[in-house]
């Protein structure tokens, strides 16, 4: 049901990227907006010149109780934690709570896919909305790619009509508040992630789950077979099932595998070669369940399979997202800044034949360390820790069982642990930053350090 925001007093809590598009839609639709950041004013310039040209009230500085007093609707954006006072409060009075996507569904023209996981989404969601763009003009009119990723949707959703298909990566901090789903929806994989945020894997895997809870028996979910925790959620379907994994299909399901090297849709009972994987221009395991997820999302979602084996070939690595940088000295540097969990950086080195130098840090959530060590000390060759969880890495590191790597050093910063690798690698080596850790300690969000390491990699001399 949509929402008549006429009038409403909305509170909008975080002036970012999500903020700044909730309160650009809802005051152009008559709301009477409130943005509310805990950042002082001059830090705020760039987002107030954003909306300048819009009666958009700002209370900057903290998070004062008081603003909920005139408040009939409290929009989050993603990175606010639910146990800030000021949402604590407006649950206690019973004020209700919304964010920019919820807002984005209830009134979006066209059939949406949202796609969710742990790992994986950005790389997925990016490639679905290549192969949807190359499909467009064909199955719809546009094909429309946001959401968590690059740009909120609802900044363009007033464009929309009923011929074009939306495409949103969406975190598990915007499904909290919502109460629609993706006629699409695709769930990659639940793995220990953001627990800082949601206390426990229960809440999490709920969290993700959400995604489905609302869909309709015409709609469509897309699980992973070898995933446990996405593939534990087939319970929870509504409508039609498609899945991805390695290994082929039982009886008459819908999806997509690997097979000899080629991946295949399966589609009633009849099995369709789509590509080679040596065709692909993404490394590691991860990459071609990313390849197998995102061809799974595309049949659901009705696209042309010529389209989309076209996409899948020129795909390249997003950035931040094992993106290669530089090669120096015959050393490749490796930007793959997006991992924020053990998990991920897992992956990244699992990528990787070549002797590595890893550079591991950042701010740990909450998050169990220790399969990533025993790793490290099977295929890592030299470590360099940085930042605030350098010392709970470099436990983890020492109680795993194996040899050491060759080298285990630790610095403050980022940059230093630059300067450490150019001294370490030798040719032949890969430099992969994959921190494991979040970037708070040292920078505003991923995409800043990935940014920093390029710098810093590029000036080498």
């Given amino acids: 049901m949509k929402t008549d925001w006429n009038g409403k007093r909305v509170t909008i809590l975080g002036g970012a990227r999500q903020g700044q598009a909730a309160a650009r839609w809802l005051a152009r639709h008559g709301a009477q907006v409130t943005v509310n950041d805990r950042r002082a004013a001059d830090e705020m310039m760039d987002a107030r010149a954003a909306l300048e040209t819009l009666p958009v009230c700002w209370v900057l500085g903290g998070h004062p109780l008081s603003v909920l007093d005139t408040t009939d609707v409290l929009c989050l954006s993603g990175g606010i934690p639910l146990d800030n006072p000021l949402i604590v409060e407006a649950l206690r009075r019973n004020i ?209 399979v010529e389209t989309m084996r076209t996409a899948a070939v020129e795909f390249r690595a997003v950035a931040h997202r094992l993106e290669l940088v530089r090669e120096w000295k015959g050393v490749q540097w490796y930007n793959d800044s997006i991992a924020t969990a053990p998990e991920r950086t897992m992956a990244a080195i699992r990528s990787f034949t070549e002797p590595i130098v890893l550079l591991l840090g950042g701010r740990d959530k909450n998050l169990p360390w220790e399969e990533l060590a025993q790793l490290v000390r099977q295929r890592v060759d030299h470590v360099i820790l940085f930042g605030e969880a350098a010392g709970k890495v470099e436990a983890a590191l020492k109680q795993a069982s194996g040899p050491l790597p060759r080298t285990l050093e630790r610095c403050p910063g980022l940059e230093q642990a630059v300067q450490l690798a150019a001294q370490a690698a030798k040719p032949g080596d890969v430099v992969l930053l994959s921190p494991g850790g979040t970037s708070f300690d040292q920078f505003r969000d991923f995409e800043e350090r990935g940014k920093a390491f390029q710098k810093w990699v590029s000036e080498l001399s």
Wanted: contains cysteine; aromatic residues 6%.
């Fill in 96 to 304: 209700p709570l919304t964010n920019d996507t919820q807002v984005f569904m209830e009134v979006v023209p066209c059939p949406t896919v949202g796609i969710t996981g742990s790992a994986g989404k950005t790389t997925t969601t990016a490639l679905v909305g290549q192969m949807a763009q190359k499909a467009a003009g064909n199955s719809f009119r546009t094909a429309w790619v946001g959401g968590n990723i690059g740009d909120p949707l609802l900044n363009y959703v007033d464009e929309m009509t009923k011929a074009d298909l939306a495409i949103l990566e969406i975190s598990s901090f915007q499904l909290e508040q919502m109460t629609l789903s993706p006629n699409v929806a695709a769930v990659l994989n639940i793995t220990p992630n953001h627990l800082d945020r949601h206390g426990t894997m229960e809440a999490y895997t709920a969290a993700k789950k959400r995604i489905l809870d609302f869909q309709k028996k015409t709609d469509t979910a897309v699980l992973c077979r070898d995933d446990e925790g996405s593939w534990a959620l087939r319970s929870a379907v509504t409508g039609r099932v498609v899945s991805f994994g390695f290994q082929p299909l039982e009886g008459s399901q819908e999806g997509t595998f690997l097979e000899d090297g080629t991946l295949v849709l399966c589609k009633g009972r009849a099995n369709m070669p789509l590509l080679k994987r040596n065709q692909i221009h993404l490394r590691g395991e991860h990459n071609t369940l990313n390849a197998l997820a995102a061809f799974a999302i595309g049949h659901a979602a009705g696209l042309p």
